[in-house]
């Protein structure tokens, strides 16, 4: 059984910073792209960024310059830092991890999978 538990939001102002983590529980073996994407009230969800296995990254024109992506395979963690946020960041933040493998036998696949949401509320 393999999950993705999300972790760090809450409430913070314009112009702080928080960071979002991502842990994929569970015994894997391998784990390919992480991805972090919001969906905020009466709004489509939208990737915010993505970050292969091999550490290529791209993020959303929104974020870019105020967030970053990096994961820690050992931790089979990803997490998002979160700088100069503003009220239009707020959302439900969702981690996405694609092509999963678990370490027991048999080998099983997951071609993707979806964490449960993490709230971040920027207000003054």
């Known amino acids: 059984q393999v999950r993705l538990v999300e972790s760090g939001g809450g409430l913070a102002q314009p112009g702080d910073s928080l960071r979002l983590s991502c842990l994929a529980d569970g015994n894997i073996a391998s784990i390919g792209a992480m991805s972090w994407y919001r969906q905020s009230l009466g709004s489509l969800r939208e990737r915010v960024a993505r970050i292969t296995s091999g550490g290529i990254i791209d993020y959303a024109d929104s974020v870019k310059g105020r967030f970053t992506i990096t994961r820690a395979d050992h931790k089979r963690t990803v997490y998002l830092q979160m700088n100069d946020l503003e009220p239009e960041d707020t959302a439900v933040y969702y981690c996405?991890?694609?092509?999963?493998?678990?370490?027991?036998?048999?080998?099983?696949?997951?071609?993707?999978?979806w964490g449960q949401g993490t709230l971040v509320t920027i207000a003054s």
């Open positions: 996405y991890a694609e092509e999963i493998t678990t370490a027991t036998m048999p080998r099983t696949a997951y071609p993707a999978l």
